[in-house]
Nanobody, 124 residues
Framework: QVQLVESGGGLVQAGGSLRLSCAAS????????MGWFRQAPGKEREFVGG????????YYADSVKGRFTIDRDNAKNTVYLQMNSLKPEDTAVYYC?????????????????WGRGTQVTVSS
């Protein structure tokens, strides 16, 4: 199996930036597409963005497009979520997930492994 550990969350003012990291261990990291999801209290977990096996393609939810960027370093078994121009509505627990697909899945059931999440809080 694959174990995922998120880090880099914290408290930031609106308009600021954070860079989240997801460190993977276990099976070959490059064999998995990776996704980022987030979940706010009382809300369903929602797709934020994803990156394919090779890192040549990314896809983002409309709510974060132009502000968030995903990249991966397969040599370090790590995927990143760079978050810029943060808004209070971005406040949530952010989860890293892995799917053994060549492309990018946009729904949670498409992912087989999940991290425990890291809290991101954006103050106004």
């Amino acid at each position: 199996q694959v174990q995922l550990v998120e880090s880099g969350g914290g408290l930031v003012q609106a308009g600021g930036s954070l860079r989240l990291s997801c460190a993977a261990s276990g099976r070959t990291f490059s064999s998995y597409s990776m996704g980022w999801f987030r979940q706010a209290p009382g809300k369903e977990r929602e797709f934020v963005g994803g990156i394919n096996w090779t890192g040549t393609n990314t896809y983002y939810a409309d709510s974060v497009k132009g502000r968030f960027t995903i990249d991966r370093d397969n040599a370090k078994n790590t995927v990143y979520l760079q978050m810029n121009s943060l808004k209070p509505e971005d406040t949530a627990v952010y989860y890293c997930a892995a799917a053994r697909y060549p492309g990018i899945a946009t729904m949670a059931p498409g992912y087989m492994y999940w991290g425990r999440g890291t809290q991101v809080t954006v103050s106004s």
